[in-house]
């Protein structure tokens, strides 16, 4: 995920992209966003920001087909039925080895996307054709030939938070750090300091103690804005936001499905705790989804039925739910994982930030992933990152879920050994840290939910 410095004339397409989603008529302010193009310098930040506040106050239509809040109690009340809590037998042992396989499988699936982020579909399915790595079989090399190198513009150079070099497989000693696996570590810190019962406003408090902004991205880079501007939660996630609904909820919650095993409901309630001070509707909801499903995984091995007990814990009739299930669908037809792909790069456009960083057109690919990876790492974070759009996200997020169903042991050393059990990141108090020891401090808060009456 990119990071911008988010100026309001910068969010004003955004937020006629997400204003429309969302079932708002735009259109009455055509001619005014028009007029915003002709401008420069100061005076287009002030009118920015004045469109931004004339469409903030717009509400949604009454023709919309969805039913999508954002509170806790009204999601609960839209929700189809599910599990909820199931029984769970596991092993101190067992424990250990599932919780610290969905560790390793979020940080290969990250390292494996991270260096073709931003890349569009055609120059990933090329250069990996071109390299004898597809479907992806190892983690993409820059060691490649001159004319290959100069034919994709493969590049080593290049600032990735903390490294000053992109991170293809050749070029780390270990996982290297990522928005994706800071806010996994940053949700390890929040349970630390505040136990079970954390609250959004806690959550608030540890990004703007542990994290600089500078490692956030879009909704989160404006939550930070507005939390410092002690705008208090929820309107933090609504203010000036038009990012929402954008993927970064949904990066941020697998470590409440870690800690939540064969316990969904509660796992999507702390993924909602963590979402809203950002994200609202859709952008909460695949937040909740992918704890939900992290939390399935340590009770059943049918993807299927994983990817059902996370739509169990969102609105049925949202936007989200919708196009999971259509994804499920495609499965009955008997159509291939590239079939599959070319639908979601057909309903929306890569080359649209807000189409490319979406909550829904993500989880599409997760879906994909996870149904036609069918519990095998590499095929999982293969199909991932070569259905592009958010590449290390959705590669991590399908990681660890995999991760988890199969324990670490039952991972592949391939994609395993070049992490050598350390990361790097960027939140206070963890700058270089074993991966293991992550799995060690995760388990007891997993042990505190398992014995919850």
Known sequence: ????????????????????????????????????????GQAKEEMALKILDKISSLKVEDSFPYIEPSELEDIRAERPSGPRRIETRLSDDMLYDRILGAWLGRCSGCLLGQPVEGWYRKRLQRFTKDTNNYPLMYYMSSDVSDDIRKKYNVKDEGVV????????????????EDDDTNYTILALSILERYGLDFTSNDVAHTWISSLPIAYTCTAERVAYQNIVNLIDVPQSAYFRNPYREW??????????????????????????????????????????????????ATVTDDMEEIIDIGLSEIPQNSRLSEKIKEVL???????????????????????????????????MIVTLSLLYGGGDLEKSIGIATLAAFDTDCNAATVGSIVGMLMGAEN?????????????????????????SELAKRTV???KQTMDIE
């Not at 004339?9 to 002709?38: A, C, F, H, N």
């Not at 938070?161 to 290297?176: A, D, F, K, P």
């Not at 316990?263 to 989804?289: C, F, Q, V």
């Not at 994982?337 to 057909?346: I, K, L």
């Open 329 to 363: 669908s495609w499965i009955d037809e008997g159509i291939g994982w590239e079939e599959a792909v070319d639908r979601v790069h057909s309903q929306y456009d890569e080359t649209i930030g807000h189409h490319w960083c979406h909550t829904i057109t993500n989880a």
């Open 247 to 296: 993927i970064g909820a949904q990066i941020r919650a697998d470590f409440y499905g870690y800690i939540a095993p064969g316990y969904p409901e509660l796992a999507a309630e702390m993924a909602w705790r963590d979402a809203r001070i950002s994200h609202t509707k859709n952008g909460i909801y695949g937040a909740m989804w992918v704890a939900a499903m992290l939390s399935g």
């Open 411 to 435: 991972l592949p050393k391939k994609w395993i050994e070049p992490l050598n059990d350390s990361i790097v990141s960027g939140v206070q108090g963890f700058h270089k840290v074993a991966i």
């Open 161 to 176: 938070y903390g490294s000053n070099n992109i991170n293809w497989i050749n070029n780390v000693e270990h996982m290297v």
């Open 444 to 446: 007891p808060f997993a």
């Open 1 to 40: 995920m990119d990071i911008t410095y988010l100026t309001y004339s910068e969010r004003v397409p955004i937020e006629l992209l997400q204003s429309w989603d969302e079932g708002k008529d735009v259109t009455i302010y055509e001619g005014e966003i028009r007029k915003l193009d002709s401008l420069s």
